[in-house]
């Protein structure tokens, strides 16, 4: 049979299966945590219960074509299924003969268990042309197809990458944007999801080398920005759910084998490009192969282990790994928290970034509020005061650019530790204060 282990993050980790008796391509958990969907080629799509893996709906896409990728919409009414079958001439003049790759878009109504769907596209490879490849891009609000042009050698029957074209359509209206060129076909898109979730920008990577990226609008095939080279092969990217933040992590490759530096997780503001943290494990030099953000952007987490790394397009679907490692960085949320005795209340503070927070905390705040304190030293200032702790290099940024923004840093102050004091890792800090008392 085949399976896809899940391991918890958060709270007690805690490890789950789902298994088949069918091959599992790819899978998709709801936004709810209720569902999971699990792409299984020719046997269609089942919907699973997350809490045991029980089959609860098995979807059949219609014109008997495999599936191969699965994603739930945003607000998780939908489910956006990729489907697609090769038939390549077999026999008597298949010699002469062209491929012909089927194309479709299955979009089904979850609660009615209805498919919506759109008109399955054929197309037969040219001359000069490759068969288009699709994938479900963009957290699986979009298509991307890319189509590959082939120019002749001079002197020789060969045949050589002249360009390809992009087209990205809205996976579930099925409406096209306009499909741009790129002739400096060396850079290609990092699969398994180039795309920004608003569809706004693209990545891609020197397919030699794999240490350069560009960040692509697909609207205009311009750059909108490009990161500098980094020291080890691009291994997977990835977008926060808000498409806030770009993410590349690095690994290990034949020909990095004397550079004497980590692989990193690079974050970047995907709309500036600014670049926002460089994260290594400084344990060893791991092997990156793949990346993702937690669902609220408070986590990073990167995997460790055997892995294809980037492709020319979707390929390795179903490859499994063993012997694999999870690094995070960032916060993570606890889940289920133990109960914490209340602690008594101190008084209140009264006036601007001190309302509902104890005596000692409003002087804090109106002390870092005061001229001469930079953004960084109030983040930590008030991480230290509340947890214990300095704030990891993705809180600081994030907290200290929103700082930044904020004329009233009392106020602003006010908010990030009233925030603070509501989380579970403030009160177990309580906790462990009120037991070292003792």
Do not use: M
């Amino acid at each position: 049979g085949y399976w896809i282990d899940r391991l918890s993050l958060v709270g007690k980790p805690r490890e789950s299966s789902v298994r088949s008796e069918n091959e599992l391509l790819a899978a998709a958990v709801s936004p709810d945590g209720k569902y999971i969907a699990t792409a299984e080629g020719v046997n269609g799509v089942k919907l699973r219960d997350a809490a045991t893996g029980r089959v609860v709906e098995a979807f059949w896409p219609r014109d008997e074509l495999p599936a191969f990728q699965v994603a739930f919409t945003p607000d998780g009414t939908k489910l956006v299924v990729l489907c697609e079958r090769t038939d390549i001439p077999k026999g008597d003049g298949a010699k002469d003969a062209r491929a012909t790759r089927y194309a479709r878009v299955s979009v089904w109504e979850v609660a009615a268990r209805k498919e919506l769907g759109h008109p399955t596209q054929t197309t037969r490879a040219g001359p000069t042309e490759a068969l288009p490849q699709y994938a479900l891009v963009g957290h699986g609000r979009f298509v991307l197809k890319t189509q590959e042009a082939y120019e002749a050698v001079a002197g020789t029957p060969e045949q050589r990458l002249k360009s390809y074209r992009l087209t990205i359509t809205d996976a579930v209206s099925g409406t096209a944007g306009a499909s741009i060129e790129v002739t400096d076909a060396d850079f290609r898109p990092v699969y398994p999801d180039p795309l920004a979730p608003d569809g706004k920008t693209l990545v891609l990577w020197r397919a030699t080398g794999g240490k350069v990226l560009r960040f692509l609008d697909p609207a205009t095939g311009k750059d909108r920005f490009r990161a500098p080279a980094l020291r080890r092969q691009v291994k997977v990217i990835a977008f926060s759910p808000d498409g806030r933040f770009v993410a590349a992590a690095t690994g290990v490759s034949p020909e990095d084998h004397d550079i004497a530096a980590p692989s990193e997780v690079v974050v970047w503001d995907a709309a500036t490009g600014r670049e926002l943290a460089r994260l290594s494990d400084k344990e060893s030099v791991r092997n990156y192969t793949g990346v993702a953000f937690s669902p609220d952007g408070s986590f990073v987490v990167a995997r460790a282990g055997p892995g294809p790394g980037p492709s020319l397009g979707p390929s390795a679907r179903g490859a499994s790994d063993a012997r694999v490692s999870l690094t995070i960085w960032g916060h993570l949320p606890a889940a289920e928290p133990a109960p914490v005795e209340p602690a008594a209340k101190a008084p209140a503070a009264k006036g601007a970034g001190g309302a509902g927070l104890p005596v000692r905390f409003g002087a804090l705040v109106r002390d870092l509020s005061g001229a001469g304190v930079t953004d960084a030293r109030r983040v930590e200032a008030l991480f230290l005061a509340a947890l214990g702790r300095l704030p990891t290099e993705v809180e600081a940024r994030a907290l200290g650019a929103q700082l930044a923004r904020r004329d009233d840093k009392a106020a602003a102050l006010g908010e990030l530790l009233g925030a603070l004091a509501e989380t579970a890792e403030f009160k177990a800090h309580v906790g462990e204060l009120g037991r070292l008392k003792k």
